[in-house]
């Protein structure tokens, strides 16, 4: 089957860094998303992955490795807003989207 | 503005009740999605139309009945639901089914069937 892990949830600092991790084993693979999602808000779009290595937006970055099946979303200088959810979401062969269950990041001052 | 709007977004039904969500696109994309989203579990995918036509039925129960009248527009008819089916419907579009591109959500309707 098709398996999206995350962690459930995480504590940070503000101003702090902190790294998101997510590995996935699906049939095929053509990108990898990052999305932010607020309390009660729609999923918004951070980053798109489908080469190896590091992409970087601002305090954002996204890493994937294919060959591990690996990708992991840094925040950088973290700051109270940064409290959501984020999900991690795989296009396998089929180019159908595979949702991991979000991780929930809590910063603390 | 997400340019994806939805309506509306807390709905309390009974379990004989009939209701009907509504989604509407302002971003001319082709593909139109619902999903559902319960606590800590992946967003579930229910239903996909691509250019008004549905191309996926992810086995949801017939209590849900989608309807996409053309491409700006999706609606997910609700009737004898059960409390189990409470959760967060979420639509989304994107520019096209097949090919890695992003999809736009709206905020969704919480729903709470009683």
């Known amino acids: 089957g098709q398996n999206i892990d995350q962690p459930t949830e995480m504590t940070a600092t503000e101003g702090a860094i902190v790294q998101i991790n997510c590995t996935y084993q699906t049939s095929g693979f053509n990108g990898l998303f990052w999305y932010q999602q607020h309390a009660g808000e729609a999923p918004t779009f951070l980053s798109y992955n489908v080469l190896d ?33 984020y999900l991690c979401a795989v296009i396998d062969s089929n180019y159908q989207l595979i949702w991991g269950a979000g991780t929930k990041l809590i910063i603390k001052p | 503005e997400t340019g994806v709007t939805q309506t509306p977004r807390h709905l309390v039904m009974g379990m004989t009740n009939k209701k009907s969500l509504k989604c509407e696109q302002h971003l001319g994309h082709n593909a139109m999605y619902w999903y559902k989203q319960s606590a800590k579990k992946p967003l579930e995918l229910m239903f996909v139309y691509n250019f008004k036509e549905q191309t996926e039925n992810n086995s949801v129960p017939s209590r849900f009945s989608p309807e996409c009248p053309n491409s700006s527009h999706l609606f997910l008819h609700l009737h004898t639901l059960q409390p189990e089916d409470s959760a967060l419907y979420l639509c989304a579009s994107s520019q096209k089914q097949d090919g890695p591109t992003e999809a736009f959500f709206g905020q969704g309707t919480r729903l709470t069937v009683v």
């Open chain 1, 53 to 85: 290595g590091l992409e970087e937006k601002g305090r954002f970055s996204s890493f994937l490795s294919r060959s591990k099946g690996y990708s992991y979303l840094l925040l950088k200088e973290l700051q109270m807003k940064d409290s959501a959810s």
